[in-house]
């Protein structure tokens, strides 16, 4: 069975062609010109061979190829070529376009090339700074610990380590959340999907927040069936987007999450009472190490977690998005249920 993605760029080059050839028989209707129509389908081996690999390019200028033969040279409507111009100008352009192709292809991967390079460059400047900050403070609690142990009291002594123990559990999502980050980028999730409670998922999430656990408020509405992912990655993804709600949030006030089932959706409301985020920041929340000019704070995180809740997300053929509202943030996943006679879930009071 051919994959999403295959099937993706099959479609593209079926409306290329389809596009390219109307083109074509029009320019040969109104003009009568011969190189223009070859023009025309030289640009459409172009936008394929840039869109979609090599292979598919080197298909998509022999079917071309046969078009042009078949369309635009006499005999017409027969696969058959007795003008010799006809025949250079063919092969011309099956060389050219196999040329073109391999000129693409060489591009694309110059271009993945920049970008890894640019993703490295991000998460070597992300790392100096986003790990230098739980580091110091660790640091600095067991130096203190250790050097004013007999002086300080029990309270002072619990406080400490309550501090040392948050900062480490922060060290350890941020170091997950670049390890996802670089996986994503590169390419090299691996996905192992099981039929799965969304409600035991999102309880596994809350318990990660040893802190804020009771700032959380869950709410389901009606039957939810059960869905076909990754318990693990999912949950990574909405301790992301809860921990990022909760950042952002007042500290007295809760953060609500709202489950529900929408058509061949379960969907996942996450809302806090923060400070918004504007129209045109959006989509852009969900970049790679970007934060919001509006929340630059000494706690504002690295931009890792949002872009890592979307790529597990979108691997999981989800969406994930943030929907305007009067008051706060709201962030809305959407994930589709793969097995609807799977047994339903009863309600969480």
Request: proline share 3%; aromatic share 8%; with cysteine.
């Amino acid at each position: 069975m051919l994959t999403y993605w295959r099937k993706s760029h099959f479609l593209f080059s079926f409306i290329v062609l389809a596009s390219a050839l109307s083109v074509s028989w029009l320019i040969d209707q109104v003009l009568g010109s011969t190189i223009a129509v070859l023009l025309v389908l030289q640009l459409a081996v172009v936008v394929v061979a840039l869109q979609c690999t090599s292979h598919f390019a080197y298909g998509f200028a022999v079917i071309e190829a046969m078009s042009f033969n078949f369309l635009f040279t006499t005999p017409r409507y027969s696969l058959q070529m007795f003008h010799a111009e006809d025949i250079i100008n063919l092969v011309v352009f099956v060389l050219v376009a196999l040329t073109t192709s391999q000129l693409a292809e060489h591009y694309r991967r110059q271009q993945d090339e920049l970008k890894k390079a640019k993703l490295r460059n991000s998460i070597l400047l992300s790392v100096s700074h986003d790990l230098r900050t739980p580091l110091a403070t660790i640091i600095g609690t067991l130096t203190t610990l250790n050097e004013y142990m007999p002086k300080l009291s029990e309270g002072e002594k619990s406080e400490l380590l309550n501090s040392a123990t948050a900062e480490s559990h922060r060290l350890h999502q941020y170091i997950e959340n670049l390890l996802q980050a670089t996986k994503l980028q590169h390419g090299a999730l691996k996905i192992t999907r099981n039929d799965e409670s969304i409600i035991h998922i999102i309880n596994n999430a809350v318990l990660r927040l040893p802190y804020s656990q009771e700032r959380v408020r869950v709410q389901v509405q009606g039957q939810l069936s059960h869905i076909s992912v990754s318990a693990i990655f999912i949950e990574q993804a909405l301790f992301n987007v809860l921990d990022n709600a909760l950042r952002f949030s007042p500290k007295h006030q809760s953060v609500v999450v709202t489950l529900f089932q929408e058509s061949a959706f379960i969907v996942i409301d996450i809302q806090d009472k923060g400070v918004g985020i504007k129209r045109d920041e959006a989509a852009r929340i969900f970049d790679l190490f970007y934060s919001s000019a509006t929340k630059k704070t000494a706690d504002s995180g690295s931009g890792l977690g949002l872009a890592v809740a979307k790529g597990i997300i979108t691997a999981h053929q989800g969406q994930i998005e943030s929907v305007p509202v009067s008051e706060g943030c709201l962030i809305r996943i959407r994930l589709p249920i793969d097995q609807p006679s799977s047994s339903p879930q009863g309600e969480q009071s």
